[in-house]
Structure formats: structure tokens, C-alpha cells
């Protein structure tokens, strides 16, 4: 069976054809604002030309011949996260509370687990950022290090192997599959050439095993939103009414409908996104529920001790862990032993030979109140990497730096020079 063909299986011929036509077409570029660090009128009194999606909040279209965003140093600074305007519906999806405990178990790059934190900005809430590729949870940690959380901890696991110590856990859990990417095929045309419906139906199998690992580790009461950015029926609704099917405590919910959203005609609860009817790439999200009330896992911990002196930045936070020679702090009550930590919550600081250097990722974290502000021509030597001579009434420590209010990273004052502390890998 060929992708069009396995495509006929649930779309009419005239409805593939308009979706393939639509493929061809050039895709329009996509941003979450990170409202925690630039208003949206400021945002767009620097970008203009951006267009307000119609519904999701924060986000912006914009074209990427005008604005070259995936370049800008406001991109690592966290102001905003670029990513696909269907996948940005994925998260906006689930309601996040105060006390959520939220497992994203196929994570990196980071994309729902970032737009989730930038959705809810205003919540309290706690979540673990998983993926079983140890170099792409590398890079999700980079990512969402940007964004300036301090309530994520990025993990590198095969949650089948340790569910057992996870049952009942979490609250809310996405589960964006790995799958066959057929609704990318735009962006990577090679994908389209490996297609077979041998390799669709064996991810079948695993996101059926997925989705049950999710099940068992989700609260009674709790959500899971699923996810793929394939157009196959077997990866899709075939993999919800399998799970339904053992299942008997899980229920669909539905998804209301909204222009551009398509609908199966037997599985209505779930939606797909076609770039035919809505304007970004592939993707489908299913919400499941779970009934009963089973008891609940026991998130009490002990509020461990901290060794270290972190009043300077007024940081206040239940544990501290130390995972080689970096420091962490999280309110995570999660038993964590059974997890590869990449990042245990907020990195605050390197220990180097005793002494304590802050962390980059302190910078993104923390507000603007206290930076030195840097005029232009000192930003861009900063971002270049160079040291600025510039003479405060200041005692010789770390200090952060500035520039339009946007933090950029860390100085070590010393004497009259801005010592630079910026990350070399990105130095330009
Ligand atoms: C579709 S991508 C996730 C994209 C991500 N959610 C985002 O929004 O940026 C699927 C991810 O699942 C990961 N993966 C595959 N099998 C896994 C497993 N058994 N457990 C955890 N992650 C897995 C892959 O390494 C890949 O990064």
C-alpha cells in the first residue's frame, strides 16, 4: 500500500488531493511569546508584521523572508520559541492547575513542554520533561533552560522500565509519539520516500505500548493529551479504540470544534489538522480520561537541606541537588531516584574548585530588577564575547547584564571590567 492510498482509508480522493496540493505549498512560520520576559506590545512594536493567530494566545505568524527570528540573540534569551502553529495546539489543550504533576514522556526538542509552561505562566505547577534519546534531551534542557523555568526537570528515560515506581503519579501526561511524520512530509521529502505501511503499522504497536505506560502512570482523575504528526489512520485513531479496548477506565473527550479542526466521522472526539483547512503543518491530538479513584501516589517529601549559601539572588526553593559539579534547585516532590537527571529543575551554579559561578540558566530565570543595563554598542561586544571596561560603584562579584530590559547572561565585575561570562558556544 502506498502513503495515498493509506490515506484514502479514512479521506475522500478529492480531500487527499486538495491535502497534497496543500503540501506543496510554502509553510508559514510560527512563534510562542514568552510573556514572562516582553509584553506583547513591545514584542510587536519590534515586529510589526507579526499576525496574531486567531486563537492561541501568545502566538504569532510571521514570515521568515521578512523577519529572520531563528537567528535573533532575543531567541536565546528565551523571548519566544519558534514552533508550528498545529503542534501549538497541543498543549493549549490541557488544563493546567495549581499542584499538576506533569510527565511529557517523548519530549525533546521541547516544543509542547515549552508551550505548555509559556501557557500557563501564571500556575504553579511541576513537570517532567522526558526523552528516552539522550543527545535530544541534550538539547530539550538547552531549550527549555531558555525559557527561564524553574519548574521543569529534564530526564533521559525508558519509562516502561520504571513505571512501577510512577503508578498513579501524575495528573496530566503528553504523549507525543514518536511516529511515522508523514504530516511533515513538506519539510523533509526524503520521509515521503521511506514510507511503508510496514513501518506505520510496527509504530502502531508502540505508541499502543506507550499510551499504556501513560495509563498506568496517570492519576485517576487525570488527562493524557496524545499527539502524532502523522496523517495515518493506524497511528491515530486506530491506536485510541486498541487502547479503549483493554482499557475499559479510559474515555475519549471531546475536543470542541473550531475552524480548520477536521473530525473522523467514527472517532469524534479526537481532531485532526490538515494544512488544507488550517494554516501550519500535520498533526493530531486525542484527549483520554481516567475514571476511578484509585489512591493516589504519595507526593509528600522531605524538605531536604540546603548546603549552600543562595540568598544572594533571593532563591527560594524545597530541594537542592548537586549532580556533578552543578547545583539545581526544584519544588518537585517526585521521588527521583529512579530517574537519569539531565537537569534536576533550575541550574543555578557551577562549583568550580569551591567557588560558585552562576548559571546561564539563572540568568533567563530571574527578572530584569537588578541587571546592568547595556547600551548597543556593549551588548553587541557582550554577545561577541568580548570584555566591557565600564566603571560602577560596585563591589567586585557576579552581576547580571542587560539590554531593553532583556537579561542576557552574567558579568563578573572586577575593577571597572565587565569580565564575560556569556556561553562561548554561542558567542558571535
Ligand atoms: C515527535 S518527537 C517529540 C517532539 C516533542 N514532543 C516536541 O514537541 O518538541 C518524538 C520523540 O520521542 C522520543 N522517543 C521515542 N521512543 C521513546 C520512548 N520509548 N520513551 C521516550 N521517548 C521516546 C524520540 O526520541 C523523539 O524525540
Partial sequence: MDFILNLNKYLSKSFVNKLLDSMEEKKTSSL????????????????????KHPFLKYVYYYNKDEYDLGKNYLLIAGVYYIMDASSLITSSLLDVNDGDLILDMCAAPGGKTISLLLYNLDKKFEVISNDIS?????????NIERIGASNVIVTNNDFSLIKNKYKNAFNKIILDAPCSGSAMFRKNELAKKDWT???????????ILLLNDAIYMLQDGGIIVYSTCSFSYEEDEEVLLEVLKVNPNIHLINIPFKEGFYKDKN?????????????????FIALLKKDGNDKKYDLSIKKEEKNKDLKRFNLNFNRQITLKDKIYLTNNPLDLSKLNLIRPGLEVYEVKKNYLTPSFSLAHYLNNKASIELNEKEKDLYLHGDE???????????????YKGINLGFIKYVNGKLKNYYPKGLRH
Fill in 32 to 51: 510562542i511569546l514568552n510573556t514572562k520576559k516582553i509584553d506583547e506590545v513591545s514584542f510587536l512594536n519590534l515586529f510589526p508584521h507579526l499576525r
Fill in 134 to 142: 539522550h543527545s535530544r534531551a541534550l538539547e530539550l534542557s538547552k
Fill in 197 to 207: 505501511i510496514e513501518k506505520v503499522l510496527s509504530l502502531k504497536e508502540k505508541q
Fill in 267 to 283: 472517532v469524534k472526539e479526537p481532531i485532526h489538522l490538515f494544512p488544507s483547512l488550517y494554516e501550519g503543518e500535520g498533526q
Fill in 388 to 402: 566591557i571596561t565600564k566603571v560602577l560603584n560596585l563591589k567586585n562579584d557576579f552581576y547580571l547584564v542587560s
